[in-house]
């Protein structure tokens, strides 16, 4: 599991500021993701990265930005944090190359819970 | 559209009872789906997936084209398998999670 890293762990913030949560891996993995996780609605797919500066969107991606700039490091930031934001939020790894037949496994990191006031 | 859905919020059961997670799911070409696990303080991570048509700590899951289903089971629930459930279907290398069941097993 320390493959995979994320901080802050926990962030209590105010409305309307900027916030930047990070995934860093050392597995080399090409693929990296950003999960948020509320009660009822599962996992939800932010943004995710198939490369250094490749990066796209994913089903919940308004109000939110990522940027990669080296392959071990992702970046997920709001710009103006609401509380609508306020949740768990889980970065992942994959690298379907390696995997069974291609399978595209993820593997997840601890999370950062998120409260905005 | 690619949907994954789990109609159980939450299924308890009694030690030593069958339990059976549903999940369907919606997809126009040849599905590649998942279990994944999340114990109490843990990290989510990987039960089963179909392509490797396996047993993991005694759970199975079969994909069924025709109900577009892909049900967990278990013959025999340990307290142990207490957890929450994701069912998961890769689109393009973009897992597309159900909203989760909480599998309770009770002594």
């Known amino acids: 599991d320390a493959g995979i890293t994320q901080s802050p762990r926990h962030k209590v913030t105010e409305t309307g500021t900027p916030v930047t949560l990070r995934c860093h891996q050392t597995?080399?993995?090409?693929?990296m993701y950003w999960y948020r996780q509320d009660p009822g609605h599962g996992l939800r797919l932010i943004h995710y990265?198939?490369?250094?500066?490749?990066?796209d969107k994913g089903e919940v991606s308004d109000g939110y930005s990522v940027s990669r700039s080296k392959t071990e490091d992702f970046l997920l930031t709001l710009e103006s944090a609401t509380s609508s934001q306020t949740s768990v939020y889980f970065c992942?790894?994959?690298?379907?190359?390696?995997?069974?037949?291609?399978?595209?496994?993820?593997?997840f990191g601890a999370g950062s819970r998120l409260t905005v006031l | 559209a690619q949907r994954v859905t789990q109609p159980e919020k939450l299924l308890s059961v009694f030690k030593g009872a069958p339990v059976e997670l549903k999940c369907n799911y919606s997809?126009?070409?040849?599905?590649?789906l998942f279990w994944y696990v999340q114990y109490s303080r843990q990290r989510l991570q990987l039960l089963l997936r179909?392509?490797s048509r396996e047993s993991i700590k005694g759970f199975t899951a079969d994909l069924n084209k025709g109900e577009t289903s892909f049900h967990l089971k278990k013959p025999f629930a340990q307290e142990e398998d207490s957890a929450m459930y994701y069912c998961?279907?890769?689109?393009?290398?973009?897992?597309?999670f159900g909203s989760g069941t909480r599998l309770l097993v009770r002594p």
């Open positions: 992942a790894i994959s690298d379907p190359d390696r995997g069974y037949a291609g399978a595209n496994v993820l593997t």
């Open positions: 597995e080399n993995h090409r693929y």
């Open positions: 990265s198939y490369g250094v500066k490749d990066t």
């Open positions: 997809y126009s070409g040849s599905p590649e």
């Open positions: 179909h392509i």
């Open positions: 998961a279907l890769d689109s393009s290398y973009k897992l597309i």
